[in-house]
């Protein structure tokens, strides 16, 4: 290893798509006089690979050159059974994704030790959440923004509209017909959207909303509260603090989101919040 503490993991796509605020970036650190080390990542899991190399290689300073699925898949090598495995090293989210969420969350400079949701993957396989989980419409919804950019992300999301079929979800003991059941972590989620008012990474304010079949004019008539944090003030849609819970989905789908990602899940998905585990510089 180099002298320097700081290591780059890039996503290629990422790079490629914003080719010259990367540029920008590289500047920035020789300019600071920062020493960095970087390696582009060849597929997903290698991110999760790369970020594990680096730390264990004495890195303190991750710089995930990618969207909130990349910072979630550099997450990943920090932690084992539900512990950070390196405490002193910390993560600085860039904003070179699509929709940037979780970046968007951080109005000023500073540093922030945030919780993560985990739950585990089809195989048994323990993953952690920094922003966002959701079950439901949404990854009708992720599919349909593939390649899209930001700006045609409403106009996807309301030609899925009017074609899903709400499925019924059991939360704990209770079940009923659900268009989205969303944990929030932070104020922003889907490319800029904000459903809840109160969820808030530097707080560690986390929110459950839980939104029913509702009819399509309903929805375009509430379109403006889906930027503004008014959803939760719709009679029909649930909203409370996040406790640990066990999500039930139907059988005909077990797929659900986490940061912005499709994962594929057992029926029954038991998920929980690690408290203060991951330092962020932001």
């Known amino acids: 290893m180099s002298q320097s503490k700081t290591f780059l993991i890039i996503n ?26 970087q390696a582009e ?7 999760t690979t790369l ?29 084992h059974k539900q512990k950070n495995l390196y405490p002193d090293a910390a993560i600085t989210p860039k904003p070179f994704g699509t929709g940037n969420d979780f970046h968007a969350a951080f109005k000023t400079k500073g540093q922030t030790t945030v919780s993560l949701g985990l739950f585990q993957t089809v195989d048994g396989t323990d993953h952690y959440f920094v922003n966002s989980f959701s079950a439901g419409i949404t990854p009708s919804l992720i599919q ?15 030609k899925t509209l009017l074609t ?35 969820s808030d990474h530097i707080s560690s304010k986390t929110k459950v909303i839980w939104i029913p079949k509702l009819s399509f004019q309903t929805l375009i008539k509430n379109l403006h509260r889906l930027y503004k944090g008014g959803v939760e003030s719709l009679n029909e849609v649930e909203s409370y603090d996040f406790e640990p819970l066990t ?3 139907p059988e005909e789908s077990n797929e659900i989101e986490a940061d912005g990602e ?11 919040i ?4 991951i330092r962020i510089f932001h």
């Open 12 to 37: 290629p796509k990422a790079k490629k798509r914003h080719h010259k605020k990367f540029q920008e970036l590289l500047k920035e650190l020789n300019a600071s006089g920062t020493p960095y080390d």
């Open 41 to 47: 990542s060849k597929n997903a899991e290698d991110i």
């Open 51 to 79: 970020c594990k190399t680096a730390l264990d290689a004495g890195y303190t300073n991750i710089l995930p050159i990618g969207g909130d699925g990349t910072l979630s898949l550099c997450i990943q090598a920090f932690m």
């Open 144 to 158: 349909s923004y593939a390649g899209a950019p930001v700006r045609s992300y409403l106009l996807a999301t309301l």
């Open 164 to 198: 899903y079929k709400s499925q019924t979800i059991h939360i704990n003991h209770i079940k009923r017909p659900t268009l989205l059941f969303l944990i929030t972590k932070g104020p922003y989620v889907g490319g800029g959207m904000r459903l809840s008012k109160e």
């Open 247 to 249: 999500l039930t989905l």
């Open 262 to 272: 499709i994962y594929t899940v057992k029926k029954q998905v038991p998920i929980t």
């Open 274 to 277: 690690i408290p203060s585990c």
